[in-house]
């Protein structure tokens, strides 16, 4: 007796167990399906970057601000010219990236003999001298992010500038907004620079016209980083696809 209430018991806990996964299932993706439904409700909304209060985004005229009702400090503003603007800052920095990657550095005379330094060879140097996770990390972050960058600014600007591929830029802003923390090419500059203060007294060090390039590329992305926000990219999509909406049901 005693074994077949203990199987009747262990029949109701499993029954039970099913039950309650169901259930959290079920529970799931009602929550998800809301969270979906819900999704472009939320865009409505701005959250302010420095005291975080939510507001309800209004509509602002061409080359207008809108600033927060706590802090008083700008949330976002409308540009009509954003797209060509992006679009001709990311060409640019692309332009100089590819100068600061593809010709000589820095140029270093030692004992007679000439070292010419690229970045390219410098992270190939790590890999061949066995740092493979140093190497790694300077391949990704000052070589493949940053190029990663620029060009999914260049296609976002450009879907944008000519008012196609809704789903694609929506996608590519994610995707940037995960990338951009990662483009440490400011940072590397630092390091190229600390790195020469400290051989000056041992080798004559002549700069190249890629280390020039890479200070131009550096200045274009912080400029870009600090001027165009991501939240304006993305209030741009929102009124060149609405516009774009509403233009055909008029047609």
């Not at 018991?9 to 099913?18: E, G, L, N, P, S």
């Not at 409505?44 to 809108?66: M, N, R, W, Y």
């Amino acid at each position: 007796m005693d074994e077949i209430s203990n199987l009747s018991y262990c029949k109701v806990c499993f029954i039970d167990r099913i039950f309650k996964y169901l259930l959290g299932s079920v529970c799931s993706a009602i929550i998800i399906t809301m969270k979906i439904e819900n999704e472009d409700a939320l865009d409505s909304f701005v959250i302010c970057p420095q005291c975080h209060t939510l507001h309800k985004e209004i509509p602002i005229k061409d080359g207008a601000k809108a600033c927060c009702s706590v802090c008083k400090s700008i949330m976002y503003r409308y540009d009509s010219r954003l797209a060509e603007h992006g679009l001709a800052l990311s060409v640019t920095a692309l332009i100089f990236f590819a100068v600061a990657n593809f010709f000589p550095l820095v140029k270093i005379e030692l004992l007679g003999s000439e070292q010419f330094i690229t970045i390219p060879k410098t992270i190939i140097s790590l890999f061949d001298n066995g740092f493979y996770i140093v190497g790694m990390l300077c391949a990704f972050l000052i070589f493949i992010f940053p190029i990663m960058v620029f060009s999914l600014y260049l296609i976002v600007f450009t879907l944008l500038k000519f008012g196609i591929g809704e789903y694609l830029s929506k996608e590519l802003l994610v995707l940037l907004s995960r990338l951009k923390p990662w483009s440490m090419n400011d940072i590397f500059l630092v390091s190229i620079l600390v790195a020469l203060v400290k051989l000056i007294g041992y080798a004559q060090i002549h700069m190249g016209v890629a280390f020039w390039a890479l200070i131009i590329f550096v200045l274009l992305d912080i400029y870009l980083t600090r001027s165009i926000h991501i939240s304006e990219i993305w209030m741009l999509r929102k009124r060149v696809f609405l516009h774009k909406k509403q233009k055909e049901k008029c047609l």
